[in-house]
């Protein structure tokens, strides 16, 4: 919590602002969400109504610092003045303290909030609630509550910015002829079209389909990536047609230029390592 501003010693002080950090799903942050959270929070003392003092009696005024809640030492130009060690700073002194609150004139109590998300909040992103921090002592202002938000990792998409980011299985044949494939987003499936040959890894983005701003002025994208799933389960008629697919493609160098490529690049590479051990015979 953060420290607010001081005010005479015996007189009403403000609140301390108190951090609360939360963690929420992705799916909070996309559309918006509300959540009761329970925090422990100081309030003054109900039985003493906040003074520390037991009923029939009230706080005494300091006798060291005279209720100013300072003193002074050192002398000449070493002047220095500092809290009040008797009164710790208060003014006034509790001679019978309250057993509710054994003196102090705070209870800390669980709190339930009603805490509204907004849409688009992100890790880090800090909202301020207005009066639900510490109670205020001998009536000063409550505090604030700063609730900082972090976004539990999701099974499907993954937020980058205001982007989000999804992985595509796509079977093989797909990839290889083309075809649609179904891209989920935040507002229901879109089709894909994929051109015959796209490869692992190609990317597409779906404009305005990621992440609501949080002034509200659109969204994100989305960005779709197709990864090409190899098959783990193989019936005898699939191995065949496979099998048939192997040996025709040994034909036609053209299928696997990637795979040519990297063949090539690599005897070049195995050549100069001969070239360099020949050089240094």
Known sequence: GGRRAAHAPGGPQDGQDLRFDMEIDLEDSLFGASKEISIPINHDCPVCKGTGAAAGTKPETCKQCGGSGSVVTGGGFFRMQQPCPVCRGQGSVVRSPCKSCGGSGRIKEKTQILLRIPKGVDTGTRVRVSGRGEGGMRGGTDGDLYVVFHIRENAIFERNGDDLICDVPVAPDVAALGGEVEVPTIDGFAKVKLSPG????????????????????????????????????????????????????????????????????????????????????
Request: hydrophobic share 30%; glycine share 8%.
């Open 198 to 281: 796209t490869p692992n890894g190609k990317s597409f983005r779906l404009r305005g389909k990621g992440c609501p701003l949080m002034n509200g002025r659109g969204s994100g994208d989305l960005i779709a990536r197709i990864s090409v799933e190899v098959p783990s389960h193989l019936s005898s008629s699939q191995k065949k047609a496979l099998e048939d697919f192997a040996m025709a493609s040994k034909t036609e160098a053209r299928s696997y230029p990637e795979a040519q490529r990297f063949s090539q690049k690599a005897a070049e590479f195995l050549t100069k390592r001969d070239k360099i051990r020949e050089t240094a015979k």
